[in-house]
């Protein structure tokens, strides 16, 4: 009798155990899902920030391409025969404007789900600004055409 008591004893604390692991089993699955959520919402905030990033590496480009062409129009003058000078203005120029719309171009791709936390830039700022350098860009162009 007693041995079966112990054997009743021992059935019961492994189903306690069983129990208690079953239950740790569920938390730990629950910390984990909420834990890939997060790496989720995370990684969604690190791609808008490398979009971000991106815009400025464009439009630092397209700045410095214009004030290179319109330093190039200016300081190849009295080295060069003018139309290369002019020539290399012009392409430095050109390219400036060209890299002011790929940076809106690039930053208007839309952001794949799931929705990221961090706010992208509104896009009538992108256009705005980017359009305000692009008019300065053909304002260079002209102006290296003319003098």
């Known amino acids: 009798m007693a041995s079966m008591q112990q054997g009743e004893q021992a059935a ?10 079953a239950a740790d089993l569920a938390s730990s699955a629950e910390q984990q899902a909420d834990s890939a959520d997060r790496r989720t919402e995370l990684a969604a905030d690190r791609t808008v920030l490398a979009a971000e990033r991106t815009y400025a590496a464009w439009v630092r480009t397209g700045l410095a391409a214009l004030a290179s062409g319109v330093g190039a129009r200016a300081l190849l003058e009295d080295v060069v025969p003018r139309p290369l000078a002019m020539a290399a203005g012009t392409v430095l120029i050109l390219f400036s404007g060209f890299c002011f719309l790929a940076a809106v171009w690039r930053q208007m791709i839309p952001v794949a789900p799931p929705r990221p936390d961090t706010p992208r830039l509104p896009s009538w700022l992108l256009i705005g600004v980017n359009g305000f350098l692009l008019l300065v860009s053909f304002s260079a162009l002209v102006g290296v055409w003319v003098q």
């Open 12 to 21: 019961m604390e492994a189903q306690k155990g069983l129990a208690s692991s």
